[in-house]
């Protein structure tokens, strides 16, 4: 469920027209929700309650930091992948003992970054940045909380390039070796062993999935426990699916997973982390977009839009369906008219939808892309030399620009010729 809905025949972010929003800060732009990022926060953190647990955002799939605050100020952690997002999580106000550092290159930099800061933890991927955290942790006179992220082969059943859980993907230790990777982190000076993690991947439409690796998990804990080590916390990682049509297609709940996570766990006595990205952010977020021309094609017409591939990526990247609506609500007999829905970048990669059917558009008309809010901005560049575009939150009736769009002088002021050119 989200909170972009027609009234009176315009789609509103909650009560903030999204034509308002669009006259006011040009287009395209994206628009989050506040009332659905913690709508889908508040499920999670139900769904594993009363299990003592962390629910951790993982800021890559929406990283704005008044985003980010929205959720920090309702008690969330942060799930971050480098030291940039954790100067994010900071920035937001999320103090270090909510923050969970993932992610298979840290530099040792980016260790000392959060060493220094403040860190819940580190979900360790490797023997050598194992023994490399030991040593920053070590010549800072401090010990580094660590999970050890573990590979269970399980076959996520998602975009193969989304996909991160099984033994010949780059992620985690294989979880047939954990014992003896445990038993040297157990050795070294600078570290202490406080859980396991695991992460298998994105956009999951089926629990099955998560089972087979949580009950690995399970296993797990009791063996390294039997071994002598100490497990209290788990990080079963994030992943949860959402829909992106409105067709049937239905994503099992928060609540199903979180009974799940129960059912597999729950008898540990661990704490619980998770670290849910696209099911908080997904559908908190809509790109809006004009019409610029319609083009008459040969067998088909193309819909030219203001966005673009280095806007909203997705479509290009994973063959993404995302739905499309007018904010101008069509009539209720309207018949459909059939696109390609296009950007103007120089590629034919940019193209958003092929043989779409939608209410017939003209110039001039606003449309939006749903479900845009997780890996939309995050990963927009200035191909073309395109702006980054910019991103405004709404919450109730008001709405307030989180990111500006840049100007040309700011962007062409980031080059700098050689003094001998
Ligand atoms: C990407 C990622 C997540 C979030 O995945 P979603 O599908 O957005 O929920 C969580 N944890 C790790 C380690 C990740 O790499």
Redesign the pocket.
Known sequence: MDHFLYRDGTLHAEDVSLRDIAATVGTPFYAYSSATLTRHYNLFHEALSPLPHLVCF?I??LSNIAVLKTLGDLGAGM?V?SGGEYLRARAAGVPGDRIVF?GVGKTREEMRLALTGGIRQFNVESEPEMRALSEVATSLGVIAPITIRVNPDVDARTHEKIA?GKKDNKFGIPIDRASSVYAEAALLPGLKVVGIDV?IG??LTELEPFEQAYLKVADLTERLRAEGHTITRLDL????GIPYTRSNEAPPLPSDYGALIKRTVGHLGCEIEI?????ISGNAGVLVSRVIYVKEGQGRDFLILDAAMNDLVRPSMYGAHHDIDPVIEPAAATLPHTYDVVGPVCETGDTFAKARPLAPLSEGDLVVFRSAG?YGAVMASEYNTRPLIPEVLVKGDQFAVIRARPTFDEILNRDTLPEWL
Request: aromatic share 0%; no cysteine.
């Open positions: 993982a890559k799939s799930d992948v993932s991160t992460h994105s956009q990682g994030g992943g949860l670290e849910p990205g696209r099911l997780a």
